[in-house]
Every structure is written in C-alpha cells, then in structure tokens.
C-alpha cells in the first residue's frame, strides 16, 4: 500500500467518484456514506513530527476532522475528539485507530453551539490529555438552501453559531492552558472567496474565519501561539450529504476542479500536521488551501 510520502499521480492517487443521490440527516455519518471516504487509515504514515503533543481537534468523528486525528496520533500526538452525541460511532471508529497507534483517545461529546460546552470541551480536554498545546477547530455545519427567501433567521444564527461563534470562545478558553509554542489551526473554505449561490450564511462564515485566523495570527504572535487556516475544496464527507449541497449536486461533486476530482479527508491531514509541526515556526496568519487548483487570493 502506497502512503502519502510516495510518489504518485495527484490525479488518480484517489478515483474520480461519481456519488449517488443521497441523503442524511444533520450531521451526517460516515459509517453510512456511499462511496465510503479514505481518511488514511491504510495509508497516512507517521514520522514524528507531533511526538508528545496534546490536541483538541473539534468535529473529529468523521471527514477532515477525522483524517486530522488519525494523522495527528500517527505523528505522536494524543487527540481530544469532539463531536455531537448522534456521532458517537463515527467517533468509536475514530478513537480505536487512535490508540491502534499508541496514543490515547479522549472522546468528548457535545454541541458546540452551546457557549457551555465551549468553555467545558476545552477544559474537559486539558484535564483528561494532562494539558494542551494544539487545537483544531474544524466543527462546521453547511445547509444548502437556494433562496434567501427560503434562508431563516434560525438557520443563519445557528451556522454563524456553529462555524464562527463557537470558534471564538473554544480559542478564547483554549488560551488559558496552551503554552508558548503551542498552535491554532482552523479549517475555513473555498467559500471564503468563492461563494456558491446556495451556501450564503455558510460561505460568510468561512469569510469571517479567514479573517478571524489573521487577526489572532497577530495577537497571538507575541506569544509564541501560532494561528493558521487550512481551506479546503470540494471533499467528499457526510456535510455533503446531510443537505450541504442540493441532492442532485452530488453525482458531479468536484468534478469542475483542475485535477478533475473530488478530494478526500486523508489529503487534508499533512496541511494540519505542517501547520502545527514546529516546521512552520515562521508561518503565521496563514491560509493553506487544499482545493484541486482552484486559484485563490
Ligand atoms: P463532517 O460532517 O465530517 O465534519 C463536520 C463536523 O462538525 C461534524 O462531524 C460534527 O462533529 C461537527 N459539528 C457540526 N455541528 C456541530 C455542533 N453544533 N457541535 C459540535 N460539533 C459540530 O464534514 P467535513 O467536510 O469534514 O467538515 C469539516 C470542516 O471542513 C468544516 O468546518 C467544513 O466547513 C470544512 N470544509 C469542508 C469542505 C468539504 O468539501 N467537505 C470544504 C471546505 C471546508
Ligand atoms: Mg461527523
């Protein structure tokens, strides 16, 4: 089995899916997704670049936020999962590859558009990891709706308040245990600069996490906690699925991307990993895009 270290073709490392109509309820499983997604359990290869770090990693269940985890414990590090009780199989998939690699899984269900449970998934994670020094916020949620007139008050307020807001105060109370050296990555979107029609609130939220990501790059910089945003293309996970993109949308998922292809979570991971490895000690404020060639500012 070929790993991410070996040389391949970008085009066909993974196959160009073609996914059937389907559909899950909010938030989606990847346990019941069709075709099934390669977060790198056969294949990321660790090198030690997180040996002995203690990450909180949000929305790690399933997708990119899993692909993270399994990279991150592969590189050495012990991973907090958080993720919404309905997940709690995607995140036991998760955990076992977890400590499969030697490292300890501590799984912590809630629902982050609680400012509650943002202040408690962080200390809970401090506590049970024996500290912190990396966080990954990458919990979002993405409803297609093709009309503002169809966009409600309570839509917009709740994806502001699972992609923005709960960012925020997951960072805010993250910074009273991360020591200097220690590292923010937060997932963002082609959607900041590029917004599809039916994703309004969604693809402003993106925005306002790029922005976010820059201006606590500088606050933070003094000291030593770096801030940097990975934002990714079209990549097959269940967001999609659980009304992220109109259900006939999907068959021709990330088919217009230069490489031709639909990305999937494992080749998220090494931008995570690089952006909290000490081997980015001088990259700060940055966004990482991972989106199959589609041109960016
Ligand atoms: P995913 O559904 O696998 O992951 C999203 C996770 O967010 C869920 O697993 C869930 O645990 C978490 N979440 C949602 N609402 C929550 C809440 N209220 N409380 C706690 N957790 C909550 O999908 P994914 O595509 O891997 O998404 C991960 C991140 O990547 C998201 O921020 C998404 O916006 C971003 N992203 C994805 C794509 C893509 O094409 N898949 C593209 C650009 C950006
Ligand atoms: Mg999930």
Request: a negative charge; proline letters at 8%.
């Amino acid at each position: 089995m070929s790993d991410q270290l070996t040389f391949q073709n970008p085009v066909d490392r993974f196959p160009d899916i073609t996914p059937p109509e389907q559909d899950q309820p909010e938030p989606g499983l990847d346990a019941e997704l069709i075709p099934n997604t390669d977060r790198g359990e056969d294949s990321y290869r660790g090198t030690g670049r997180l040996e002995g770090r203690r990450a909180l990693i949000t929305g790690s269940d399933s997708g990119i936020g899993a692909a993270v985890a399994i990279a991150f414990a592969r590189e050495g590090a012990d991973v907090a999962l958080s993720y919404l009780p309905e997940e709690e199989e995607d995140a036991q998939y998760v955990a076992r590859l977890i400590e499969d690699a030697g490292r300890t899984a501590l799984c912590l269900p809630g629902d982050l558009s609680d400012p509650e449970f943002c202040r408690d998934v962080v200390r809970q994670a401090a506590d049970g990891l024996g500290g912190l020094d990396a966080l990954v916020n990458n919990a979002g949620r993405q409803i297609a709706v093709k009309d503002i007139a169809d966009l409600t008050d309570e839509q917009w307020e709740h994806t502001f308040a699972t992609n923005i807001h709960a960012m925020f105060r997951v960072v805010k109370a993250a910074l009273e245990f991360l020591p200097a050296g220690s590292t923010i990555v937060n997932s963002t979107s082609v959607q900041a600069y590029s917004p599809s029609a039916h994703l309004i609130d969604y693809a402003s939220t993106k925005a306002a996490i790029n922005n976010f990501t820059k201006g606590m790059a500088t606050q933070l910089a003094p000291r030593g906690v770096r801030v940097n945003g990975v934002a990714p293309g079209p990549i097959w996970t269940p967001l999609q699925v659980s009304d992220g993109q109109p259900k006939e949308a999907l068959p021709h998922f990330g088919k217009n991307t230069p490489l031709g292809r639909a990305g999937q979570p494992t080749e998220l991971a090494p931008a995570y990993v690089f952006l909290t490895s000490t081997e980015s000690s001088y990259v700060l404020g940055e966004t990482l895009n991972v989106n199959g060639g589609q041109p960016t500012p």
